[in-house]
């Protein structure tokens, strides 16, 4: 498989970690089909736009979090990939891909997105970056 450039939707409270993953992404290739900070806006754009990816923060404006984003996107057959510093054990499996904890670097981000989508459809994600586990 190629490694194909996503587009992807970034789904981010914090709006330096935001900027961070939307520059390292662009500057990577790849199109950035939106930046949300909470479900209703996540699930809108995800709807709308039907981005290859999401990079999903687990804590989200709002009283949806970003498992709730996940189970959507599940829905909509969206992959996904959490980005959060609450990558807790039992949490959002068989929801989103895998878990990037944070902090991370741009570099384990593309590693990353690059892995995340490979466990996506179904392929052995190659070599993971130190930050990131599986969780399907």
Request: net charge negative; glycine share 10%.
């Amino acid at each position: 498989m190629s490694e194909a450039l996503l587009r992807i939707l970034v789904v981010e409270d914090e709006f330096l970690v935001a900027s961070m993953i939307e520059d390292t992404l662009l500057d990577a290739g790849h199109t950035i089909v939106g930046v949300e900070d909470d479900f209703a806006g996540a699930v809108k754009k995800a709807t709308d736009e039907r981005p290859d990816f999401v990079l999903l923060d687990m804590q989200l404006l709002g009283a949806k979090s970003g498992i709730d984003v996940a189970r959507e996107l599940k829905l909509l057959g969206i992959p996904c990939l959490f980005t959060t510093g609450n990558c807790a054990s039992g949490r959002g499996e068989n929801l989103a891909v895998g878990c990037l904890h944070k902090p991370f670097t741009p570099n384990d981000l593309l590693s990353a997105v690059r892995a995340g989508r490979r466990i996506a459809v179904g392929m052995p994600p190659g070599p993971l970056p130190r930050t990131m586990h599986p969780l399907c």
